[in-house]
């Protein structure tokens, strides 16, 4: 059953990509998704594919991922005891790899990276990892209820001011008009890229980094109890579902409304504080849902399509930036702003099994992801297994 819960783990990290890919594509394929503002040219289908979007997908499965993220760093200290090279110069090095890597993942490929800030945190988690399980949970809830309720009271006193001095008739609250810059050669979206990252990235540490550092508290904490090495009882993954998943879509289905059906910075703060508040449900949701269906037989098969996928995770995130830079920017076809936000959810659904495939393919000949095996041998600081081990 060991062997089975660790795939499960694979497989969850796999599902944690899909859903990354679902948000990250519209920030190459739509040029008003940084400005916060509703493109122009959308039609009311293309609003209810971008509000389902919202609703389903923003936000939930960054979370996700960073569980996993957190619940792997308690699994590579266990490792630690059974090497010779301590724990926290590899666990220096590797973040450090990380942090490497993210700066160019930002700089040349998608400036929304989370490596770095990965990183960052990962010295957080390495100073802080004598911490019991409860006390490992109780971080992220109070991480995450401080950023929600900080969210919340800048909403309100934005309807205060909107009250004491309203908007003059026939103006309108929107964020973000100015029109962006769509790029058309190579050099160009590299220059747009690299510059893009480097203004939002204070904003990606700083707004992001808290509510990624709850969830990687929230895997610590499982990872300490070994939730996920134990057998969890059916009863408590459904009733974990039947709770989490009307509460989470209901506020995810009022966050959306705010965002594509309001919009204005108040309606605006108001979804990000319902989202910071609720999307941690419906990530909990996802993952019951998930773990209830490996256990049967239709949902071993897609366990075992999700798992490669997930074991090379971090080589597909980065491929993932590459193949829609390459779609959708300079770099290549240039098909930013040209495809109704209905066929980008295909080609999301497209790569993403391309990626299943691929994933599958490498791991029959090599033991790990290329970009996993660089990671193993900067952390260990020698030539790990050869790649070709399979």
């Not at 499965?61 to 010779?84: I, K, M, N, P, T």
């Not at 006193?157 to 909107?162: G, T």
């Not at 001095?165 to 609250?173: D, F, K, L, R, V």
């Amino acid at each position: 059953m060991g062997s089975l819960r660790v795939r499960e783990l694979d497989a969850l990290r796999s599902f944690a990509l899909l859903g990354i890919l679902m948000v990250n594509v519209w920030y190459f394929a739509d040029p008003w998704t940084l400005s916060g503002s509703p493109n122009p040219t959308d039609s009311g289908q293309d609003t209810l594919v971008h509000f389902l979007v919202t609703a389903l997908f923003e936000a939930k499965f960054y979370l996700l991922f960073s569980f996993l993220f957190g619940y792997s760093f308690v699994l590579q200290w266990a490792s630690a005891l059974d090497v010779s090279a301590p724990m926290v110069p590899r666990t220096l090095r590797r973040l450090g790899f990380l942090a490497i890597l993210g700066i160019l993942h930002g700089i040349l490929l998608f400036y929304g990276d989370i490596l770095l800030t990965y990183a960052l945190l990962g010295c957080i988690l390495l100073a802080t990892r004598a911490a019991g399980p409860r006390a490992a949970l109780g971080a992220g809830i109070v991480l995450t209820a401080a950023f929600a309720l900080l969210l919340l009271l800048a909403a309100l006193l934005m309807i205060i001011a909107a009250v004491i001095e309203p908007i003059p008739p026939g103006i309108t609250e929107i964020s973000g008009t100015e029109t962006p810059v769509v790029t058309t050669s190579p050099g160009a979206a590299l220059g747009e890229n690299a510059a893009t990252y480097l203004r939002i990235l204070p904003s990606v540490v700083f707004f992001q980094g808290p509510l990624a550092l709850a969830a990687l508290y929230a895997g610590v904490a499982a990872g300490k109890a070994r939730l996920l090495e134990r057998h969890i009882p059916g009863r408590i993954l459904r009733r974990a579902l039947l709770v989490s998943l009307p509460l989470g879509l209901g506020a995810a289905t009022a966050q959306a409304y705010l965002v594509h059906y309001r919009g204005g910075d108040t309606s605006t703060t108001l979804a990000t504080a319902i989202s910071v508040a609720t999307s941690p449900l419906l990530t909990v949701s996802y993952a019951a849902a998930l773990l209830l269906a490996f256990r049967t037989r239709w949902g071993g098969r897609l366990l075992r399509v999700l798992e490669p996928a997930g074991r090379m995770a971090l080589s597909n995130y980065l491929l993932q930036s590459a193949v829609l830079a390459l779609v959708f920017t300079g770099y290549g076809l240039q098909l930013t702003n040209q495809l109704p936000p209905l066929l980008v959810v295909f080609v999301v659904v497209g790569v993403f099994s391309l990626q299943l495939a691929l994933s599958k393919w490498w791991l029959a000949r090599f033991a790990q992801g290329p970009v996993e095996w660089a990671l193993r041998r900067v952390t260990y600081w020698e030539r790990p297994a050869r790649i070709q081990d399979a």
